[in-house]
């Protein structure tokens, strides 16, 4: 079973910086399967990034994901004041089918 | 637009049976995949399993022995039950539309908090 591992476990940042978050997988992912959230407090996660770089329907374009192989990274441009959440990544692995997630970097808005 | 919506019992005892239903409103079951995540209090996520629009159905590994998933088309529903309870499956349970497109989870239900206890 891949591990997910993200790093750093936390960060605080204020508006308008950029926030660089990674996910790292101890086996290679195929980006095809990669994907990112956000969930913010009391709520569900919500679908930022599929395919590794791909923006879901709807997600500001200050989100962006890229990376292969074993890291992968979402990236925060500009931030605001909603982008304090957690950001989980996720992968599928086929055969037989699983999906597993990182354990979630936190971002704090000053 | 699509939306997920959980319900069930909010507290279940140890060595019981959880059943949880998802109902989908504002479109169809059919041609998508159905899964159910969940999350322990203050920690990370965790698939469960997910059916497809034809009825098969796959687990996770871990729950596998524990875990059933249905489909009720008729309904638009699809439901969760998980066996033998322990105060380990506390937890916020989610139900979400799995894209096989995207192969990613991008429609998601509020979640609802189940506690084991006696």
């Known amino acids: 079973e891949i591990v997910l591992t993200q790093s750093p476990g936390s960060l605080s940042l204020s508006p308008g910086e950029r926030a660089t978050l990674s996910c790292r997988a101890s086996?290679?992912?195929?980006?095809?399967?990669l994907a990112w959230y956000q969930q913010k407090p009391g709520q569900a996660p919500r679908l930022l990034i599929y395919g590794a770089f791909s923006r879901a329907t709807g997600i500001p374009d200050r989100f962006s994901g890229s990376g292969s192989g074993t890291d992968f990274t979402l990236t925060i441009s500009r931030l605001e004041p909603e982008d304090s959440a957690v950001y989980y990544c996720q992968q599928y692995g086929s055969s037989p089918p699983i999906f597993t997630f990182g354990q979630g970097t936190k971002v704090n808005i000053k | 637009q699509v939306q997920l919506q959980e319900s069930g019992p909010g507290l279940v005892k140890p060595s019981e049976t959880l059943s949880l239903t998802c109902t989908v409103s504002?479109?169809?079951?059919?041609?998508?995949?159905w899964s159910w995540i969940r999350q322990p209090p203050g920690k990370g996520l965790e698939w469960i399993g997910y059916i497809t629009y034809s009825g098969s159905t796959y687990y996770n590994s871990s729950l596998k022995s524990r875990v059933t998933i249905s489909l009720d088309t008729s309904k638009n529903q699809f439901s969760l039950k998980q066996s033998s309870m322990t105060a380990a499956d506390t937890a916020v349970y989610y139900c979400t539309r799995y894209s096989y497109t995207y192969v990613a989870f991008d429609i998601w239900g509020q979640g609802t908090m189940v506690a084991v206890s006696s």
């Open positions: 504002g479109g169809s079951i059919s041609n998508y995949y």
């Open positions: 086996q290679s992912v195929s980006g095809t399967y």
